[in-house]
């Protein structure tokens, strides 16, 4: 059964820092890895979807990497912002034989920006 | 377009009550999903659907039907609710079940039973 797991479970940095989030998964025949972040009490944003295929993607001020061969992702937060607090959540995508399976989810990696 | 869109936001129900949470997306997505997120837990997938007409079960679906009559609408009913369904539920959409597909997810229900 795949496992996602996030590290650390909680950060507290100063603003404009750079920073990295990390997600380990243990089954590497994934289709794709997602990074969604989740503000208190709403609903989830993706952030950026890596295909299995793909070593990284780029958004902005993020950039997130995939090594499907050793299960890991990481996400990178270059120059903090106050507003970049929230829950930053990983999760990986999984097609079973039998059907189209939904994301398996690490536990998220809470991150305050002190400003 | 509104997204995905999640009714109620907020419902409270005595252990052995139904209902039904609503979910809606106005993207003309093919693949919608529901899943309930607790304290301490990730996500965790309750019921999918790959189109209209179809759907099947995740991780946890023990307690919950769905159903699937256009694509639009998926909503998720509580049969006989029970505290342990005490989560909040969240609704999900992508244009299918491709690798290359974003999910968009709703804004969530928070539901206590009592």
């Known amino acids: 059964k795949q496992e996602v797991t996030q590290i650390p479970a909680a950060l507290s940095v100063p603003e404009g820092e750079n920073l990295v989030l990390n997600c380990s998964f243990t089954d590497s025949a994934i289709y794709n890895l997602q990074w969604f972040r989740q503000d208190p009490g709403k609903g989830l944003t993706s952030l950026l979807l890596?295909?299995?295929?793909?070593r990284e993607q780029t958004s902005g001020r993020l950039n997130a990497s995939l090594d499907k061969s050793s299960g890991r992702s990481t996400l990178y937060i270059a120059a903090s912002q106050p507003g970049d607090s929230a829950t930053y959540l990983c999760a990986v995508k999984v097609y079973s034989g039998g059907g189209a399976d939904g994301l398996t989810f690490g536990k998220g990696t809470h991150l305050i920006i002190q400003p | 377009n509104a997204g995905v869109t999640q009714t109620p936001k907020f419902q409270v129900l005595k252990t052995g009550q139904s209902m039904t949470l609503q979910c809606a997306q106005d993207?003309?997505?093919?693949?919608m999903s529901w899943y309930r997120q607790d304290p301490g837990m990730g996500l965790r997938l309750i019921h999918y659907s790959v189109g209209a007409g179809i759907t099947d079960q995740g991780e946890v679906p023990n307690g919950y039907n769905v159903s699937r009559s256009t694509t639009e609408d998926f909503p998720l009913r509580l049969l006989s609710a029970a505290p342990s369904q005490t989560s909040v539920y969240f609704c999900a959409s992508s244009y299918s079940a491709a690798s290359t597909d974003t999910q968009y997810f709703g804004p969530g229900t928070r539901l206590t039973v009592l």
């Open positions: 890596i295909q299995s295929s793909q």
């Open positions: 993207m003309n997505h093919e693949y």
